[in-house]
């Protein structure tokens, strides 16, 4: 069967549409929230990293979402437009409030708050899936199945191939706070992940969430995913299709903050995915995106006058 990698584009607005949450991030400097800490303001969401990341390569990248009718919507898709990606799919919600997390930073791991209960974008839904552009590859997360139910439903639809023939491609993203339990979260991720043609997820998150210890564990309980990405921290990165496996070890950075860099890996190799390379570009293209976050403290790469104006 012919990959959908190779197959033509034909009348599509855009080559990566994500669609999820992306909230104001309130980010403690000096790792620590007291009376006068030094904080910053920004914008933090998972899908929307994948986009900014893939959109600094060259890719046409869309991102689309629900935000507030307040001046933190504004600035979220501000923030992500600026950076080279098309927000002309988000929506704004005059009765619901735009998300916001609040996170210290660390090497070690950051601590998170997160601020988003009945945000706009937990109202997100298969209502909107006529609104949406042509594409080549769809991208969401598991962090939007834990929104809301409606928000669940919109992540089940597309992983089954609502936008066909767009691929429909899925990061595991196991959060631990915005579920219940690990066993409610266990059998929805795992129904997500059967149904994409890509799939995402680290070694560990698997381990936690479905027992299984290896990256061919995985691959066992996952046999009919196209193309299975098993992310394996510092140590390595596998890639199963088909019958073919492709490992390459990771890269050897010392971390500045490790926030965002899974979604680094995915641009790289959604981008590369796209481009028609092969599975080791692919695997490298994701371990340079994940390196450059992990060497810098913010969760995407920055855009190079912000850099500039900041040094």
């Not at 579920?179 to 998150?205: C, K, N, T, Y």
């Amino acid at each position: 069967m012919t990959s959908p990698a190779a197959e033509p584009l034909v009348a599509q607005q855009t080559e990566l549409l994500t669609i999820g949450e992306s909230m104001a991030l309130v980010a403690s400097t000096s790792g620590e929230l007291s009376e006068g800490a030094p904080l910053t303001l920004g914008v933090g969401g998972a899908e929307s990293n994948v986009a900014i990341g893939a959109a600094a390569l060259g890719i046409h990248a869309t991102w689309s979402s629900r935000v507030g009718a307040d001046p933190l919507g504004e600035l979220v898709v501000e923030s992500i437009r600026r950076r080279g990606v098309d927000t002309t799919h988000v929506e704004v919600d005059p009765a619901r409030s735009t998300g916001l997390m609040v996170k210290q930073s660390a090497p070690t791991g950051s601590k998170v708050l997160y601020y988003r209960a009945g945000s706009a974008a937990s109202a997100l839904s298969p209502h909107s899936l006529d609104r949406l552009p042509a594409t080549r590859v769809v991208h969401m997360s598991g962090i939007t199945a834990a929104l809301s139910s409606s928000a669940r439903e919109l992540v089940a639809q597309v992983t089954a191939g609502a936008l066909a023939p767009a691929v429909a491609s899925f990061d595991v993203n196991f959060r631990p706070a915005l579920w219940p339990s690990r066993d409610d979260a266990a059998p929805v991720l795992l129904a997500l992940a059967q149904s994409a043609h890509i799939v995402f997820v680290g070694r560990d998150e698997a381990e936690a969430l479905w027992g299984t210890p290896t990256a061919e564990a995985i691959r066992e309980l996952l046999p009919d995913v196209a193309h299975l990405v098993v992310k394996d921290g510092a140590i390595e990165a596998v890639e199963f299709a088909g019958l073919e496996t492709t490992r390459l070890p990771a890269q050897v950075v010392e971390v500045v903050e490790p926030v965002g860099a899974g979604d680094a890996f995915a641009a790289g190799w959604l981008a590369a995915w796209i481009r028609g390379e092969d599975a080791s570009a692919r695997l490298a293209a994701g371990h340079t995106g994940a390196a450059a976050v992990l060497r810098s403290p913010f969760d995407t790469v920055e855009p190079v006058a912000e850099r500039e104006e900041s040094a």
